[in-house]
């Protein structure tokens, strides 16, 4: 008696369409993204599997039994998992969901909710208060090797620790009569940028380009090496190494707490935005993608809400200053001259200007662009214009 074979294909498990689903998802996303979303697949199959064994499609999921258990089994997890880790595991698995449910699977939809997700904690800015800056810029300074040099790099332009260990030697980018800019090349968000640089940063480039041409560092930055900052053992060594060497210098500065890179960045921000540089260019500077990342930065003490608000009471009293036009008359010492005819008109063009700048409508705006080009052809005709001898 011969024995029939089905050949009727085995219908997709729970597992395989979610698996297969991770891969689609591979071909747009980041490698470290998708590293995510095998983790927390992986921890839900885990689960499904020792304590629902009979589960074995995507139509039988509930909310309730499945996916709540799961959410508990997270939390008793020993050693404990971070709520950031946790809520990176439901954002990953309730957009696998999603993207099943767009391509026709069967599943209930709202297995998992916005109130599922673990609260984010408050995170505070870091900034080092202005005596440790300084007593640790100065021991940075003394120090004067190369990775301190590539750490005052970093408290002077905000840049992060990888974007600075991945600078290339033409970093130092000209943009006009002394103006400077560091090329940081595409960092943590995939974005590169231009920071504004002043004579100090460019010579602590300078001071980085003379010490890793010595002798003594010569081995591990070859001829041929595009990076700024050489690397002997590859990219994570020299973080390491700049790691400790911060933590050297803030213990000999007399720093009782622990002191990161990424706190130079976050005394960075502070110290701009006391500057008076405005959010948006900050969130540029920063490399930041929207202002909420810029604001978790900033630190805004009571002396820096004293200063704004005495500031904005001082500048209150100003508001409706309108400037003069200086026209010559019979009282003043200018005559109906050639000099007095071009100040005037130098005059009406600054107040042209600044009343153009008040404006809103970008049309009327652009028409008295046009009407100051002509006073300006005016004035150059002016300057070639000569009188006859009497």
């Known amino acids: 008696m011969t024995q029939t074979v089905s050949t009727r294909p085995r219908s997709a498990t729970l597992d395989d369409i979610m698996e297969g689903q991770v891969r689609v998802l591979a071909t747009t996303l980041r490698p470290f993204t998708i590293s ?12 499904l599997h020792a304590n629902f064994p009979q589960v074995h499609r995507l ?15 997270l939390c008793d997890q020993s050693p404990p998992l971070s709520s950031g880790t946790r809520r990176i595991y439901l954002a990953c698995l309730r957009r696998l969901f999603d993207e099943l449910i767009v391509n026709g699977h069967s599943l209930q939809s709202g297995l998992i909710l916005p109130a599922d997700f673990p609260r984010q904690p408050i995170y505070l800015p870091k900034p080092l208060s202005p005596e440790d800056d300084q007593r640790l810029q100065q021991e940075l300074r003394r120090t004067d090797d190369l990775h301190s040099n590539a750490l005052l790099l970093i408290r002077a332009t905000g840049i992060r620790l990888g974007e600075c260990i991945n ?45 890793r041409a010595q002798p003594r ?7 041929k090496s595009p990076w700024l900052l050489p690397r002997a053992g590859g990219f994570w060594p020299l973080r390491g190494a700049l790691r400790t060497a911060l933590i050297q210098a803030s ?4 720093i009782s707490h622990r002191v990161t890179p990424h706190r130079l960045r976050h005394t960075f921000a502070t110290e701009m935005l006391r500057l008076g540089v ?11 993608k929207n202002l909420r990342m810029t604001l978790r930065y900033l630190e805004v003490t009571q002396p820096d809400l004293q200063r704004e608000f005495h500031a904005a009471r001082h ?18 010492s200018a005559t109906p ?30 028409k008295l662009q046009r009407l100051d080009k002509r006073l300006l052809t005016v004035a150059l005709e002016l300057d070639q214009f000569t009188l006859p001898e009497k």
């Open 36 to 47: 995510n979303y095998g983790s927390a697949l992986h921890r839900f199959l885990f689960y």
């Open 59 to 73: 139509s039988q999921l509930r909310r309730e039994p499945h996916l709540l258990g799961w959410f508990r089994w």
């Open 167 to 211: 600078l290339s030697l033409d970093c130092l980018r000209p943009l006009g009569q002394d103006q400077w800019a560091l090329h940081v090349p595409l960092g943590k968000l995939h974005t590169e940028r231009l920071v504004p640089v002043d004579k100090s940063e460019r010579h602590l480039i300078a001071r980085i380009l003379a010490l």
């Open 217 to 223: 560092n010569r081995r591990f930055a070859p001829a």
């Open 251 to 254: 213990e000999r500065a007399g």
């Open 278 to 288: 405005s959010l948006p260019a900050l969130m540029q500077m920063m490399g930041h």
């Open 315 to 332: 500048n209150a009293t100003q508001r409706h200053v309108i400037p003069k036009l200086p026209v010559p008359d019979g009282s003043s």
């Open 337 to 366: 001259d050639l000099p007095g005819v071009r100040q005037a008109l130098a005059a009406a063009r600054r107040l042209l200007e600044m009343f153009r700048r008040q404006l809103g409508d970008e049309n009327t705006r652009r």
